[in-house]
């Protein structure tokens, strides 16, 4: 698998990659922001393996979107890894993202990769459903409802 910065070549396979995954348009912390506006990293394993979108802000860097096309295989471990060391040399003293209260998966996930919860937002994901993104469902994830927003956080 290559880990690599998306490139023009890559634009049509990315777009397509988050519109499948929901990702076009990202809500968080009562923002609306539009990933492909920001840095990405591609995962390519023979073919668009995973995607993630990231942001360069001040001392941090925040992960906004991460989708692999298929679990278990490496995919968001290599990209996370990827992301971690960009942020690092530029000179970044914080990797976080925020990920829904539904999000299990998520959760065990960066807490695996040394992520600690650092904050809630409790019902936010109720306001910008109201707010900023519509389509976002009242179920999540395992049936849970989707209210809350999780900061999570990895000091480099």
């Known amino acids: 698998m290559i880990v690599r910065e998306r490139t023009p070549a890559d634009e049509t396979d990315v777009t397509a ?28 394993d023979g073919a668009l393996a ?11 860097c925040e992960i906004l979107t991460l989708h692999a096309a298929a679990r278990w295989r490496g995919t968001g471990t290599a990209l996370v890894n990827a992301v971690l060391a960009r942020a690092r040399q530029a000179g970044r ?41 519509p389509e976002i469902p009242e179920i999540g994830d395992h049936g849970i409802p989707l209210r809350d927003e999780l900061e999570l956080s990895l000091a480099l």
Do not use: C
């Open 17 to 44: 990659f988050l519109a499948a995954n929901g990702s076009l348009r990202a809500a968080r912390l009562g923002e609306l922001l539009t990933p492909l506006s920001h840095p990405a990293l591609v995962a390519i």
């Open 50 to 60: 995973g995607v993630l979108t990231y942001i360069l802000d001040g001392a941090a």
């Open 93 to 133: 003293r914080r990797l976080w993202l925020i990920t829904t209260n539904d999000n299990v998966d998520a959760l065990r996930f960066y807490q695996r990769r040394g992520f600690h919860l650092s904050k809630l937002h409790a019902g936010a994901v109720i306001t910008s459903r109201r707010t900023l993104k």
